[in-house]
Structure formats: structure tokens, C-alpha cells
């Protein structure tokens, strides 16, 4: 059992050198490729870097820019060369300069002569890639493409488009079903043979000439006329980017690598010294008999595309700054919004921290400053407590407090009287649970001092910034989960109505609440709200409040006074 | 973007480029090794004044990162900066003693220098408190980097500014010379900054961090820039336009996903906060010679710059790029 290696090079020919040298020194014979564009001293001195290397030949060149039919000339040609020179070889590996044998050669003779008759190409109908970037998948075969996409880009989106619009299609060679695939392969003798001997081969070769990015097509669909078996797979351990691009291994993938067991990867960074030591100039570490398991590195390069594409939720920075509603997630964490409670109950923060736990802020938004748990100056990550700070981009304190902060649940207390900049932001964030008492905000009102006139003045006022706060939570692209509690309303079962709240907070909190927090004296609200309505000033918010009944605050504690079964 | 609006930014680099042009003119070459600039792979451009103290650490990092050749204004030092650079093999110097407000802060000549020396290479401009730390830099050197971003068609790479600081007063513990300033500037903020976008020219300005907490609370819109794009694939049409945090053509600000992905970005840790921190400060007041005519130093000298203590309980200790990379200060984007 023997097999012949295809290098295609066009840079970095040292290493293709290195890479040369080992393949023939195994015993594999080489032929190489390299890109008509390459510059001549380049080349003179890679053929003279490998004169008379036994087993090394170069095969006439061809222009190679990406995505042409070049590639695919070059690999025919060297194909025949190689199998014209070396009648006895079974398999054929198509692999480039930058590709580096992981394992020694006689493992992957093994393996190939485990496998015989089997044609390794990744080869899968268009209808089944969703690796596609470039949203032409079918339209390869069937539009023309006679500019080179890299370097006549904007002519190139223009034919296509051209073409679709006047609906214009290419008609496919009969008996060919377009296929794609990794342009890296390894096919049996027999198959190679099929293809190069091929009566149509001129007539697949003139079509494939217009076809885009033949070289992942050409075997790839021609395989599949010929071959007795085909094993939809590479050889070669490679990964592409989001847009398509392979990705690179370096000096530190080593241990990566060597875990693989894979034959071949690329590309290597010409520059990783370590690697090209380690591969191909240091004996063979692994089991020689393992099956190539590129798993993990797959999982690797599909979380970096997972980040490039997707982002960290809640994430603000530098190099992921989202447009409005473009955030994938607006904030890092779920957190929790108490609009009213605190001035419902007293110490409501202390309370609730002792009964849900995570986090209790006080109110972060108030006017005069940042309310952080605790009334800390500098709170996780070093937000500071200055309002001035806060108000500069209060989006950004409220992002970098839930980032900041991810593991702990975050519960603030809000009011009319807090900045409102952050309302839409919050209403619109999955994250979000609000939780409001409508018309708490005159309960302060209700015990302070102070004029008549100014107290309606001050009711009138945060009424309309509670209404519109209320019109946005029952909009339609709210995300957040929101529940409204008039204040009468609310007050006709707060116990359930807290229990609901932290049920959803955490739920697998196996206690029910049994301690209260305390709620403040109500004695005359209702009168209260009554003189509002007599000044000509409607409280609409607080429910249907009667001016007779008077609301008592529920006794202390003792032991468990309510009970929700 | 505007037609007009586009046609008042080209008017504006090409100003800029005309300005460097002339500005250039004030350099005179010291030690200049052409042959050396146009082979190294990434090289690095810095003014200077008067930093015999920190220069070795800084240029022994540098080096440590792959950077093949430094190009070095000397802007009038008088301490025997300008002969320890002329001493060193990988250092071109040039020297000026023209004034460094009159070049914009030394971007002028910086612009000058890549655009002669550098078209169609790879630049780093920092100062020499200026830190980059960027993803895999621990395994990979900056080459590594520059090449993947050629593979991407990606020019320009940003770094924000994190400022480092000690625990306790500036002035506690004197920095010698070749130490590395982080062992004593070891903490930072983690999640305090804002962002907003530059709708002209396209860049996000940061603000934050300690120098926002603790000298502008306030009031913040003074709080310095920290967003920096110090890594470029230099053409000679581009320019600098205000210091490194944004340049033109404006395509170069766009280093940030807006659809929610994460693109690759560094940080740059800046020393700024050491024993050094209380000399720098008088010596820039009385100078008059940075941005907003020194409007930032003159709110650190009225804040008795020795004793600055930027550290709280929330401080965080830095560790290494992954460690910000977690905190999302910096990504590696899709680069693995």
C-alpha cells in the first residue's frame, strides 16, 4: 500500500520545503505545485532548497487566484504527473504548503490500506451545506462567474445580481449532481484515474471553468460518478471562519494537535517553530492505531465563531458596541425591579435581602445618588456612587452593574422620583422583572409636610411620569416580565403578591415567606387621596381606594401570621 | 453618512496629511536605520521627552512582543534620553525641539514618520506608559496577530487605555529603572466605563475607569478618552487625527461589531500612576503642553498628586489578557 502526496504551494515555501522533505523522506512520493504568481527568486531558491531530494518533483505551474479553476488545472496536472511516474500508488493526498503531517507517515498508510477502495472526500449536495457564507450555494453551478471576487468585487456582486434578475442559469453537464466539500482530499488511484481518463472530461472542464470555487466542487461532484466508496470526510484537519477562511494553528495548539490524531492540519503559521519541530522532526507520540478525533478543536474554532457572531450577552465594549435592539441580550443577568415598594413598606431592602437573598440595592436611580446595598461609595467593578457619573450614561451603570455583578441576582427599588432615562431600556430586556405598586409615590407625599399646593403640585408631577413609565410596560415590544399592581389592589393580598414575585426569583426556594415586612401607617390615605381629588388633582394610579375604610399596618410578626397554602 | 459630511472628513485628512508634512520638516534624524525599518515586521512609534527612567522596561517589552524596529521622536530630553535610544540597534531616533502642542501632541510627527517610512506596514503607537496586552500575547508574538488581521482584511486593531494604579498612594513605592511598572501598579477598574459612538468619524469614545471616579465625578464629560486604536496597517493616506483614538480614512474607527458579535481587541494598561505620577504633573502644568492645555493635569495637581489613592475595595488585581478578556475588557473576537 502507497501513497502519493499533491502539494499546491504559493508562500511560506520554506516550510512547504520542510513539510517536502518529510513526506518523501517517509517514502511518500511528492509532486509540487506552485502558484505561476509566485516571484521567480522565490522559487529558484525552493527548487534549489529540494535538488535532488529523491522523490520530489514539480509539476508545470498555473495561476492560481483564489476561487478559479487554476487551482483545479494544477491539481489535475500534478495528479498525472505523480501517477504517471509513480505507477504502483493506491492513494492520492491533496494537501498545500501550509499543511502539516501530524502524524508519521506509516500511520496514515495503515490507515489507508485499512480502508481500501475508499475515497476520502468531504463531498455533500448543496441542499445539505449550512456552511455556506457567501449565500451562493446552488447559484455556483448555476450562474457564470467570469470576475475574480477578491480583486473585481463590486463587478462581481453586480453579474451575479444581473443574473438573477434577468434569471439567467447555466445548464449542468447531464449525470452531474453538484456536490461541495472541503477541497482537501485523498482518493484511491482508481477514481483519480476516472477522472483524469474521463471521455467528458473536456466538457466538465469547460464547465467548471465558470462555475465559482471549483476546487471545492470539481472532485467533489466527479467523485461521486466514479468512486465505489466514498467516506464524506477530509483527512485533513481543517477549519473554516465565519467568512470562510481557514483557520490558523500555532505554537500553542500543540498539545491540541498531538490529541487529535489527524493526520494533516492546516494552516500552520509559517512562523510556529515549535509545531514544525514537534510534527516533523521529533519521533511520534501518539497511539498508532488511533482514529483522527478532531472534536475537540472543532468545539475550539465553533466557539470562536459562536463569540465572533454572537457576542457575550450584556457585553459593552470596545469591540462589541450593539445598536439599539441588536444586543443579543441587553444585559448579562437577570435582575429585579421593586417600583413602589419602598414606600409601601419599610426597610423593604432589608427585608427583602434577608427573605430572597442575591443583592438588594436601595434606589439606584435617585436624584441625588447612587443607593448602592449597604450605601456603599464604590460598588462591583468599581462603579462609583457619584450621581453625576450615573446620569452621564445611565445605560451604561445599569449594563455594568448587571455585568459586573453575573452569579448574583441584582434587585433594585425605583419610583417617579428616580431618573426614568433607563425605563425603555429595561421594559425591552428579557432580563428584566418589574414588579410595580401604582400610586405607592403618595404615600411619602401622604406623610410628609409641607403646603397643600406644593404636595398636589408634586402628586400631579409624578403621576404623569408614573403613566407614561405605565404606558411603556403594557407597550408592545416590552420583554421584560412586568407585573401592575394598583396600590388598593395590591394591598388587598400583599402577602401572595410577594410570594409570586420571589417564586419567580427563585424558584426552588423551598420556605414560604413567613415574615412580613412591615408596612407603613395608612391611617387617613384614603381621606388623603380624597383632598387630592377635591384640589382638582385625579390620583388614577392608586385603585379605587375608599375614603372610609382605614388600612392598618399588619401586626409584627409572630411566629407565622399568614400562610399560603 | 452625508455627502457633505464625507467631503468635510477628506478634506480634513488631507489637511492633516499636508500639516504632518510640514511638521515633519522639524525632525532631524539622530540615528535613523532605514534599511532595518522597511524589513522589521510590525514597528512601533513613540514620542518621548525625558523618560530615561522607564524606557528600558518599555523597549525590553516591546521587543519581548515581536516588535522589530522602534521610531523614536525626541522631543528635547534632557536627561540622556536621546543617547541611551541612539545606543540601541532596533531604535531610530529623531530629534525635535519644536513645540509638542505645536504637532498636536506629537501626532503630527508621528504621522510624518510612518508615512515615509511605513506605507503598506504594519505601526504601533503608544507612549511610553502605554502597555498593549493583546489576546494570546502570552504565546504568540504581535506578528502572529497582524498576520491573522492581514488574513481578515482587517486594518486597524483597537486597545482602550486601562489604567493601572497601586494600593495606596502613588508615592509609596519609588519605580526603578527596568522594573516592571505593573508589579507595583498592579490593580484596575473592571466594569466602570461608558461608551458612545462618534457619529463624524465613526469611533466609540470611552470615558471611566479611576481617573473618572475618582478626579471627575462631577463631572464626567471631562474625564479623558480611553478608546485607542494604536495598531494599524499603515498606508500613506492615513492619518492620525487625535492622538490614537481615531483616525482617517473613518473606516479605520469601525473596529467594533454593532449587530452584537464580538470583533478582536486589546487593551493598553497605562502606567501612569506611579512614583513618577506628583513630577509629571508639575512639569506639565507648568508646561502647558497637552490636550485642552493641560486641562486634565491641572485637575491633578489641585487633587495633591502624591497623595492619589485610586484603589477601593472593588480593585481589581491583574493577572493576565485572559483575565481581562473574562472581565470583558478585550476580546479575541473569532482569533483562537
Same mark, same amino acid.
Given at each position: 500500500m502507497s501513497v502519493g502526496i499533491i502539494l499546491l504551494c504559493h508562500t511560506a515555501l520554506d516550510r512547504a520545503a520542510e513539510a517536502a522533505r518529510f513526506w518523501a523522506a517517509s517514502g511518500a512520493p511528492v509532486v509540487i505545485h506552485v502558484d505561476r504568481r509566485t516571484a521567480d527568486p522565490e522559487m529558484e531558491a525552493f527548487r534549489a532548497a529540494l535538488d535532488g531530494v529523491p522523490g520530489i518533483a514539480f509539476s508545470p505551474r498555473f495561476a492560481c487566484p483564489w476561487g478559479t479553476f487554476g487551482l483545479v488545472e494544477a491539481t489535475l496536472t500534478a495528479a498525472g504527473q505523480l501517477m504517471r511516474t509513480h505507477p504502483g500508488l493506491d492513494h492520492v493526498y491533496l494537501a498545500s504548503g501550509a499543511c502539516l503531517p501530524l502524524r508519521p507517515l506509516s500511520d496514515l498508510q495503515d490507515y489507508l490500506a485499512a480502508h481500501p477502495d475508499t475515497?476520502?472526500?468531504?463531498?455533500?449536495?448543496?441542499?445539505?451545506?449550512?456552511?455556506?457564507?457567501?449565500? !451562493?450555494?446552488?447559484?455556483?453551478?448555476?450562474?457564470? =462567474?467570469? =470576475?475574480?471576487?477578491?480583486?473585481?468585487?463590486? !463587478?462581481?456582486?453586480?453579474?451575479?445580481?444581473?443574473?438573477?434578475? !434577468?434569471? *439567467?442559469?447555466?445548464?449542468?453537464?447531464?449525470?452531474?449532481?453538484?456536490?461541495?466539500?472541503?477541497?482537501?482530499?485523498?482518493?484511491?488511484?482508481?477514481?483519480?484515474?476516472?477522472?483524469?481518463?474521463?471521455?467528458?472530461?473536456?466538457?466538465?472542464?469547460?464547465?467548471?471553468?465558470?462555475?465559482?470555487?471549483?476546487?471545492?466542487?470539481? +472532485?467533489?461532484?466527479?467523485?461521486?460518478?466514479?468512486?465505489?466508496?466514498?467516506?464524506?470526510?477530509?483527512?485533513?484537519?481543517?477549519? =473554516?471562519?465565519?467568512?470562510?477562511?481557514?483557520?490558523?494553528?500555532?505554537?500553542?495548539?500543540?498539545?491540541?494537535?498531538?490529541?487529535?490524531?489527524?493526520?494533516?492540519?492546516?494552516?500552520?503559521?509559517?512562523?510556529?517553530?515549535?509545531?514544525?519541530?514537534?510534527?516533523?522532526?521529533?519521533?511520534?507520540?501518539?497511539?498508532?492505531?488511533?482514529?483522527?478525533?478532531?472534536?475537540?478543536?472543532?468545539?475550539? +474554532?465553533?466557539?470562536?465563531?459562536?463569540?465572533?457572531?454572537?457576542?457575550?450577552?450584556?457585553?459593552?465594549?470596545?469591540?462589541? +458596541?450593539?445598536?439599539?435592539?441588536?444586543?443579543?441580550?441587553?444585559?448579562?443577568?437577570?435582575?429585579?425591579?421593586?417600583?413602589?415598594?419602598?414606600?409601601?413598606?419599610?426597610?423593604?431592602?432589608?427585608?427583602?435581602?434577608?427573605?430572597?437573598?442575591?443583592?438588594?440595592?436601595?434606589?439606584?436611580?435617585?436624584?441625588?445618588?447612587?443607593? =448602592?446595598?449597604?450605601?456603599?461609595?464604590?460598588?462591583?467593578?468599581?462603579?462609583?456612587?457619584?450621581?453625576?457619573?450615573?446620569?452621564?450614561?445611565?445605560?451604561?451603570?445599569?449594563?455594568? *452593574?448587571?455585568?459586573?455583578?453575573?452569579g448574583e441576582r441584582q434587585c433594585f427599588q425605583f419610583s417617579p422620583r428616580d431618573g426614568q432615562e433607563c425605563n425603555r431600556f429595561i421594559a425591552t430586556d428579557a432580563n428584566a422583572q418589574i414588579s410595580v405598586i401604582s400610586g405607592a409615590w403618595a404615600i411619602p407625599l401622604f406623610h410628609g409636610d409641607g403646603s397643600f399646593a406644593d404636595i398636589r403640585a408634586e402628586a400631579a408631577r409624578l403621576q404623569r411620569i408614573e403613566t407614561a413609565?405605565?404606558?411603556?410596560? @403594557?407597550?408592545?415590544?416590552?420583554?421584560?416580565?412586568? @407585573?401592575?399592581?394598583?396600590?388598593?389592589?395590591?394591598?388587598?393580598?400583599?402577602?401572595?403578591?410577594?410570594?409570586?414575585?420571589?417564586?419567580?426569583?427563585?424558584?426552588?426556594?423551598?420556605?414560604?415567606?413567613?415574615?412580613?415586612? @412591615?408596612?407603613?401607617?395608612?391611617?387617613?390615605?384614603?381621606?388623603?387621596?380624597?383632598?387630592?381629588?377635591?384640589?382638582?388633582?385625579?390620583?388614577?394610579?392608586?385603585?379605587?381606594?375608599?375614603?372610609?375604610?382605614?388600612?392598618?399596618?399588619?401586626?409584627?410578626?409572630?411566629?407565622?401570621?399568614?400562610?399560603?397554602r | 453618512m452625508r455627502l457633505w459630511d464625507r467631503y468635510r472628513l477628506r478634506i480634513r485628512r488631507r489637511r492633516l496629511r499636508l500639516r504632518s508634512l510640514r511638521k515633519g520638516r522639524e525632525l532631524s534624524a539622530v540615528s535613523v536605520h532605514?534599511?532595518?525599518?522597511?524589513?522589521?515586521?510590525?514597528?512601533?512609534?513613540?514620542?518621548?521627552?525625558?523618560?530615561?527612567?522607564?524606557?528600558?522596561?518599555?523597549?525590553?517589552?516591546?521587543?519581548?512582543?515581536?516588535?522589530?524596529?522602534?521610531?523614536?521622536?525626541?522631543?528635547?530630553?534632557?536627561?540622556?534620553?536621546?543617547?541611551?535610544?541612539?545606543?540601541?540597534?532596533?531604535?531610530?531616533?529623531?530629534r525635535t525641539t519644536a513645540s509638542y502642542g505645536g504637532s498636536r501632541f506629537g501626532i503630527d510627527w508621528i504621522n510624518a514618520l510612518l508615512g515615509r517610512h511605513r506605507h503598506d506596514r504594519w505601526i504601533l503607537v503608544v507612549d511610553v506608559d502605554e502597555f498593549l496586552v493583546f489576546p494570546f500575547g502570552d504565546a504568540r508574538p504581535i506578528g502572529a496577530l497582524t498576520d491573522w488581521l492581514d488574513s481578515c482584511a482587517i486594518r486597524s486593531f483597537p486597545a482602550m487605555m486601562v489604567d493601572m494604579y497601586p494600593k495606596g498612594p502613588v508615592s509609596a513605592r519609588p519605580y526603578r529603572e527596568g522594573q516592571d511598572p505593573?508589579?507595583?501598579?498592579?490593580?484596575?477598574?473592571?466594569?466602570?466605563?461608558?461608551?458612545?459612538?462618534?457619529?463624524?468619524?465613526?469611533?466609540?469614545?470611552?470615558?471611566?475607569?479611576?481617573?473618572?471616579?475618582?478626579?471627575?465625578?462631577?463631572?464626567?464629560?471631562?474625564?479623558?478618552?480611553?478608546?485607542?486604536?494604536?495598531?494599524?496597517?499603515?498606508d500613506r493616506r492615513y492619518v492620525f487625527v487625535n492622538s490614537t483614538h481615531m483616525l482617517l480614512p473613518r473606516g479605520l474607527n469601525f473596529t467594533y461589531d454593532s449587530a452584537g458579535g464580538e470583533m478582536i481587541s486589546g487593551c493598553l494598561l497605562h502606567a501612569k500612576f506611579l512614583s513618577t505620577f506628583p513630577a509629571k504633573v508639575a512639569e506639565e502644568v507648568a508646561r502647558v503642553e497637552h490636550f485642552a492645555r493641560g486641562r486634565e493635569y491641572r485637575v491633578y495637581a489641585e487633587a495633591s498628586p502624591d497623595q492619589t489613592d485610586l484603589w477601593c475595595k472593588w480593585s481589581e488585581k491583574y493577572i493576565n489578557w485572559r483575565q481581562l478578556e473574562i472581565l470583558g475588557l478585550m476580546s479575541k473576537g473569532n482569533w483562537a
Open positions: 475515497d476520502f472526500i468531504e463531498s455533500v449536495t448543496t441542499d445539505d451545506v449550512p456552511w455556506i457564507v457567501d449565500g !451562493l450555494a446552488m447559484e455556483r453551478f448555476t450562474l457564470r =462567474f467570469p =470576475f475574480t471576487w477578491q480583486t473585481q468585487r463590486t !463587478l462581481f456582486d453586480g453579474y451575479v445580481r444581473l443574473q438573477r434578475r !434577468l434569471g *439567467l442559469r447555466r445548464r449542468i453537464p447531464q449525470g452531474l449532481v453538484p456536490h461541495l466539500g472541503s477541497q482537501w482530499w485523498c482518493l484511491t488511484r482508481r477514481t483519480l484515474l476516472s477522472i483524469l481518463s474521463d471521455p467528458r472530461r473536456a466538457e466538465f472542464d469547460r464547465y467548471f471553468r465558470r462555475v465559482w470555487i471549483p476546487d471545492e466542487s470539481y +472532485f467533489q461532484t466527479l467523485a461521486r460518478l466514479y468512486s465505489t466508496r466514498i467516506e464524506s470526510r477530509s483527512l485533513t484537519l481543517s477549519k =473554516f471562519d465565519v467568512k470562510g477562511r481557514p483557520y490558523t494553528f500555532y505554537d500553542d495548539h500543540l498539545q491540541l494537535l498531538r490529541r487529535s490524531d489527524c493526520f494533516v492540519a492546516r494552516k500552520i503559521w509559517p512562523q510556529a517553530g515549535r509545531l514544525y519541530r514537534a510534527f516533523l522532526h521529533a519521533g511520534p507520540t501518539g497511539a498508532a492505531q488511533a482514529d483522527p478525533q478532531p472534536g475537540k478543536i472543532d468545539r475550539l +474554532f465553533d466557539k470562536a465563531v459562536e463569540r465572533r457572531r454572537m457576542g457575550r450577552a450584556g457585553l459593552y465594549m470596545q469591540s462589541r +458596541f450593539p445598536a439599539q435592539d441588536r444586543e443579543n441580550g441587553k444585559t448579562g443577568a437577570p435582575y429585579s425591579v421593586f417600583h413602589g415598594f419602598s414606600d409601601l413598606f419599610e426597610h423593604f431592602d432589608g427585608w427583602l435581602a434577608k427573605t430572597a437573598g442575591g443583592r438588594v440595592h436601595g434606589h439606584l436611580f435617585a436624584a441625588d445618588r447612587v443607593e =448602592f446595598a449597604g450605601n456603599e461609595p464604590v460598588f462591583n467593578g468599581a462603579l462609583s456612587s457619584s450621581a453625576a457619573l450615573r446620569d452621564y450614561d445611565p445605560r451604561a451603570f445599569l449594563t455594568n *452593574l448587571i455585568w459586573a455583578t453575573r413609565h405605565l404606558a411603556l410596560l @403594557r407597550g408592545a415590544a416590552v420583554k421584560a416580565r412586568v @407585573r401592575i399592581w394598583p396600590l388598593a389592589e395590591f394591598l388587598e393580598g400583599p402577602m401572595e403578591n410577594l410570594q409570586l414575585i420571589l417564586d419567580e426569583i427563585s424558584p426552588r426556594m423551598p420556605r414560604r415567606l413567613s415574615e412580613a415586612p @412591615r408596612m407603613v401607617a395608612l391611617d387617613g390615605f384614603g381621606q388623603f387621596l380624597q383632598n387630592l381629588k377635591n384640589q382638582g388633582m385625579q390620583p388614577t394610579l392608586t385603585g379605587d381606594f375608599p375614603v372610609s375604610r382605614d388600612w392598618r399596618p399588619q401586626p409584627p410578626a409572630r411566629g407565622r401570621p399568614y400562610l399560603v | 532605514p534599511k532595518a525599518i522597511a524589513a522589521a515586521g510590525v514597528t512601533l512609534a513613540a514620542t518621548v521627552r525625558n523618560e530615561r527612567l522607564r524606557l528600558p522596561y518599555f523597549i525590553d517589552y516591546y521587543r519581548r512582543l515581536g516588535i522589530g524596529h522602534f521610531l523614536i521622536v525626541d522631543n528635547g530630553s534632557d536627561d540622556g534620553t536621546g543617547e541611551w535610544l541612539a545606543a540601541q540597534p532596533d531604535v531610530s531616533v529623531w505593573f508589579e507595583i501598579a498592579s490593580w484596575f477598574d473592571s466594569a466602570n466605563y461608558m461608551i458612545s459612538r462618534n457619529p463624524l468619524y465613526g469611533n466609540l469614545w470611552i470615558q471611566g475607569g479611576p481617573r473618572a471616579r475618582v478626579f471627575f465625578p462631577d463631572r464626567p464629560a471631562d474625564a479623558p478618552a480611553l478608546n485607542k486604536i494604536p495598531l494599524v496597517r499603515w
